[in-house]
């Protein structure tokens, strides 16, 4: 009787609401300031009467702990890392970054419903929450969701005030001790949403939309929409309108059904002479559906999409829109550096510009759900994504990981992840899972089909892939030979094997390389090395160096050229990040942040870039130099000479005197993509390259000179005007530098930040994986003559001006346009 009670309370609702407001459509609303935030467990802290007077006021996004400070102890962990093949505990430091992280922390806000009417219905979307998020509405428990990574949504209409007025949201999140294999973040990190319906409407990622078939010529669309309280056998009309990136109308429908509880409602659609959606053309399209109950409008809802065609081809490879490529990817953990994990649109778009540049196309989510913001970036620019959620299954890698939970909720996440992002055009691929020990258990291969079946079930467009590393387990106990698209987690060694033993034909290099290196730091002699080790805790951008279970990126490059049935490669990684600062993991602190990353930690480009955009930009010339040239207390001696170009030939000279040409060749696997001067004697001036194309025609050249004593600060921002919305970002290179303007390579000095007018500073980093400064204070050490500081627009339209300067040193300084 009760269940019929509430049916009938709610049909009669729908009904006197359908009449009385049927053209008060959805409405958004970013639940972004104005929330108090306090460290520390409060047992009443849910409840209407508690005073957060004395709380810190915040805006969302928020990670609590990217103010440090850093410290040895607040991560130290002593155990054995088997991912990294350590057999024994031991005492690992910086591991997720020596940031305090850990603990409980509460976050309370007040929100109101405009023009609230009985009948509306009112739910709240987290697009994350690090971690174990209890979240309550004026008192009451509203839901608990564990995992930190993923997006989640629920209708608290039932929870809220009579009026819709004065509602207390309250959210309190604990993250434990050894529950990450790197940094985190912790709080409201991600965005917090109030969506605002009639009581017939489309849930949250209430729409899946595919593209059945696809040519040049036309293309066919089908979307599928759920909506929910719909009386039983009610007459629904939809009116569907596909609309390209330019406004115009090219395709729509308009359709009734009388609808079954819980029935979708589908509509088929042909697009003429579509424009495709691929890396080099990231066209979108918009499906705006009407929803009309009695002809009265209830709904508007937008499904964005891309057409584009998938294949994976055996012993052929990957397709896009009918013609073979290779991923050209990168791994990426979530954190943007020294703003921690809080996000942001411009910094993730500053990311994505500088990965671009290099040609690379694609990413992998690694090893966790995007933020959505992250994915929306992908598909305006031109990424392919490989969408992870898990690092951990049912067994554990950390004490306190994802394991806890995965039996009772990695159904649950797994659906979230898929209806939030399986319209996304950037989307080509879904990984179950990262490295999990469960892939050398006999039964393992029982849990990787119950997720991959869950991918397949609600989202049958797309393939699923798993980053494996135990390549003898997974090629022997049948968990790879089970997986759509078997992926291998470094072990190129081994892809040959793997592409004979394995029925699908086809390998991804789902995680690549691992070579380290810090910028602007280069050790002598100059050889291969594998988890080489120095007094001053820094690896050498000679690219030369590697850990244990990985390799150099010539093997790699080779592969994908070598060998059709490779689908290319996601390197570890594109950025360097918070903890794992391999090989300084063990009782070396300092370290406390990657050295792994194409880019460092403040966006600026290693040597490693270059070679990266030397093999992938087919686009722009590339031609790059290393290592700088100041090397006092070094003439005479020996001090190599590489350049990174996408040209066959390049000729050195060192002032004047050359040093004989260069080919690439096939001698060994670094010769075929770089060019290696190895006996070059220093001596301060210049050293100057001259590049040659393929019918030995010079082409370009290039030179860097011994820099003088340091003069001058020079500021060079990434955009020269923001948006007066409180959040966009300009990025600004700082750079000591010589009378002429030439980077001094070696300067370590203390710069110190002032902003006036529309903005402030944000924070600050050097890329140096040793350096305590903290981010968020105006002051920041060079390291090896450059930094990058970040800059704030104000919600107010002016002029930001920014100064940097340091003791005995012109000072630098810029104005960007906030408008």
Same mark, same amino acid.
């Given at each position: 009787m009760n269940n019929k009670k509430t049916f009938l309370l709610l049909l009669l609702s729908i009904l006197s609401f359908h009449f009385s407001n049927a053209q008060n459509i959805r409405k958004s609303i970013l639940l972004d300031k104005n929330w108090k935030f306090s460290k520390g467990d409060f047992k009443e802290a849910n409840q209407i009467g508690f005073s957060d007077q004395k709380w810190e006021t915040v805006t969302i996004p928020h990670d609590w702990a990217i103010y440090g400070p850093f410290d040895e102890n607040n991560d130290v962990q002593k155990v054995a890392i088997t991912q990294n093949e350590e057999k024994e505990a031991k005492r690992q430091t910086g591991r997720t970054g020596g940031l305090p992280y850990m603990g409980v922390g509460w976050y309370r806000t007040s929100f109101n419903i405009p023009n609230y009417q009985k009948g509306q219905r009112i739910s709240l979307v987290f697009d994350g929450a690090m971690s174990e998020a209890h979240v309550s509405v004026n008192g009451k428990e509203a839901i608990f969701w564990p995992y930190g990574y993923n997006s989640f949504t629920i209708d608290v209409t039932d929870l809220l005030t009579n009026d819709g007025q004065k509602n207390l949201l309250s959210v309190r999140l604990e993250n434990k001790d050894q529950s990450s294999r790197w940094y985190p973040g912790a709080g409201l990190y991600r965005n917090v949403h109030l969506i605002i319906t009639n009581p017939i409407h489309v849930p949250v990622w209430g729409t899946y939309l595919t593209t059945p078939f696809v040519s040049k010529e036309y293309a066919s669309v089908r979307l599928e929409t759920k909506l929910e309280n719909v009386p039983n056998k009610s007459e629904i009309r939809i009116e569907t309108t596909i609309i390209d990136k330019n406004g115009k109308t090219v395709s729509s429908k308009n359709d009734t059904r009388?609808?079954?509880?819980?029935?979708?409602?589908?509509?088929?659609?042909?697009?003429?002479?579509?424009?495709?959606?691929?890396?080099?053309?990231?066209?979108?399209?918009?499906?705006?559906?009407?929803?009309?109950?009695?002809?009265?409008?209830?709904?508007?809802?937008?499904?964005?999409?891309?057409?584009?065609?998938?294949?994976?081809?055996?012993?052929?490879?990957?397709?896009?829109?009918?013609?073979?490529?290779?991923?050209?990817?990168?791994?990426?953990?979530?954190?943007?550096?020294?703003?921690?994990?809080?996000?942001?649109?411009?910094?993730?778009?500053?990311?994505?510009?500088?990965?671009?540049?290099?040609?690379?196309?694609?990413?992998?989510?690694?090893?966790?759900?995007?933020?959505?913001?992250?994915?929306a970036l992908c598909d305006e620019m031109g990424f392919m994504m490989m969408i992870e959620p898990f690092d951990e299954w049912d067994k554990a890698k950390c004490k306190n990981g994802y394991h806890r939970f995965f039996k009772e909720w990695a159904e649950k996440d797994m659906v979230n992840m898929l209806h939030h992002y399986r319209n996304n055009a950037s989307v080509i691929l879904w990984s179950i899972g990262n490295e999990v020990p469960?892939?050398?258990?006999?039964?393992?291969?029982?849990?990787?089909?119950?997720?991959?079946?869950?991918?397949?079930?609600?989202?049958?467009?797309?393939?699923?892939?798993?980053?494996?590393?135990?390549?003898?387990?997974?090629?022997?106990?049948?968990?790879?030979?089970?997986?759509?698209?078997?992926?291998?987690?470094?072990?190129?060694?081994?892809?040959?094997?793997?592409?004979?033993?394995?029925?699908?034909?086809?390998?991804?290099?789902?995680?690549?390389?691992?070579?380290?290196?810090?910028?602007?730091?280069?050790?002598?002699?100059?050889?291969?090395? @594998?988890?080489?080790?120095?007094? =001053?805790?820094? %690896?050498?951008?000679? #690219?030369?160096? !590697?850990?244990?279970? $990985?390799?150099?990126?010539?093997?790699?490059?080779?592969?994908?050229?070598?060998?059709?049935?490779?689908?290319?490669?996601?390197?570890?990684?594109?950025?360097?990040?918070?903890?794992?600062?391999?090989?300084?993991?063990?009782?070396?602190?300092?370290?406390?942040? @990657?050295?792994?990353?194409?880019? =460092?930690?403040? %966006?600026?480009?290693? #040597?490693?870039? !270059?070679?990266?955009? $030397?093999?992938?930009?087919?686009?722009?010339?590339?031609?790059?130099?290393?290592p700088h040239w100041n090397w006092e207390g070094k003439e005479g001696?020996?001090?190599?000479?590489?350049?990174?170009?996408?040209?066959?030939?390049?000729?050195?000279?060192?002032?004047?005197? @050359?040093?004989?040409?260069q080919t690439k060749n096939d001698a060994?696997?670094?010769?075929?993509?770089?060019?290696?001067?190895?006996?070059?004697?220093?001596?301060?001036?210049?050293?100057?390259?001259?590049?040659?194309?393929?019918?030995?025609?010079?082409?370009?050249?290039?030179?860097?000179?011994?820099?003088?004593?340091?003069?001058?600060?020079?500021?060079?921002?990434?955009?020269?005007?923001?948006?007066?919305?409180?959040?966009?970002?300009?990025?600004?290179?700082?750079?000591?530098v010589d009378a002429a303007g030439r980077l001094c390579p070696t300067d370590?000095?203390?710069?110190?930040?002032?902003?006036?007018?529309?903005?402030?500073?944000?924070?600050?980093?050097?890329?140096?994986?040793?350096?305590?400064?903290?981010?968020?204070?105006?002051?920041?050490?060079?390291?090896?003559?450059?930094?990058?500081?970040i800059l704030q627009a104000s919600e107010k339209a002016g002029k930001l001006t920014f100064e940097a300067k340091t003791s005995g040193i012109k000072t630098g300084k810029i104005v960007v346009d906030v408008k």
């Open positions: 009388k609808l079954n509880h819980g029935e979708a409602f589908v509509q088929n659609f042909i697009v003429n002479n579509p424009t495709l959606w691929s890396p080099e053309s990231p066209n979108l399209y918009q499906a705006v559906s009407n929803v009309y109950l009695k002809d009265q409008l209830v709904d508007t809802y937008t499904t964005r999409f891309g057409v584009r065609d998938i294949k994976f081809i055996a012993d052929k490879g990957f397709f896009l829109n009918g013609e073979q490529r290779k991923f050209q990817g990168v791994c990426n953990h979530h954190d943007l550096g020294p703003l921690g994990t809080a996000i942001n649109v411009a910094a993730l778009r500053r990311q994505l510009t500088l990965l671009k540049d290099m040609g690379c196309d694609a990413i992998r989510t690694a090893h966790n759900m995007p933020a959505p913001e992250l994915v469960t892939q050398c258990s006999p039964e393992g291969y029982k849990v990787a089909k119950f997720l991959q079946d869950i991918c397949h079930r609600e989202d049958p467009s797309r393939l699923v892939t798993c980053g494996m590393d135990q390549v003898s387990c997974v090629l022997e106990n049948g968990f790879a030979n089970m997986i759509d698209i078997p992926g291998f987690n470094y072990r190129v060694n081994r892809y040959d094997e793997a592409f004979r033993k394995l029925s699908q034909n086809m390998v991804l290099g789902s995680e690549t390389t691992s070579t380290v290196s810090s910028r602007g730091i280069y050790k002598f002699p100059v050889e291969k090395k @594998s988890d080489a080790v120095y007094d =001053d805790h820094q %690896s050498s951008s000679y #690219d030369f160096e !590697y850990c244990s279970w $990985s390799n150099l990126p010539d093997e790699d490059f080779a592969m994908a050229d070598d060998k059709t049935w490779t689908l290319g490669q996601f390197v570890w990684t594109g950025f360097d990040y918070l903890g794992e600062p391999n090989p300084y993991s063990i009782n070396a602190w300092p370290n406390h942040s @990657s050295l792994f990353g194409i880019i =460092d930690l403040a %966006s600026l480009p290693k #040597d490693r870039y !270059y070679l990266y955009r $030397s093999i992938w930009n087919k686009n722009s010339e590339t031609l790059h130099i290393l001696q020996n001090v190599p000479v590489f350049v990174y170009t996408n040209y066959p030939t390049a000729e050195l000279f060192v002032n004047g005197k @050359s040093y004989g040409k060994t696997k670094q010769s075929r993509y770089r060019l290696m001067w190895m006996d070059v004697k220093y001596e301060p001036g210049e050293v100057k390259v001259v590049a040659f194309d393929k019918d030995g025609k010079k082409v370009a050249e290039k030179s860097i000179y011994t820099a003088g004593k340091a003069h001058h600060l020079e500021l060079i921002p990434d955009r020269t005007e923001m948006q007066p919305d409180g959040k966009d970002l300009v990025y600004v290179t700082v750079r000591m370590q000095s203390l710069i110190q930040f002032s902003t006036s007018g529309a903005g402030n500073y944000k924070a600050s980093a050097n890329g140096d994986p040793t350096c305590l400064d903290l981010f968020h204070l105006p002051k920041m050490h060079l390291f090896n003559g450059q930094l990058t500081a």
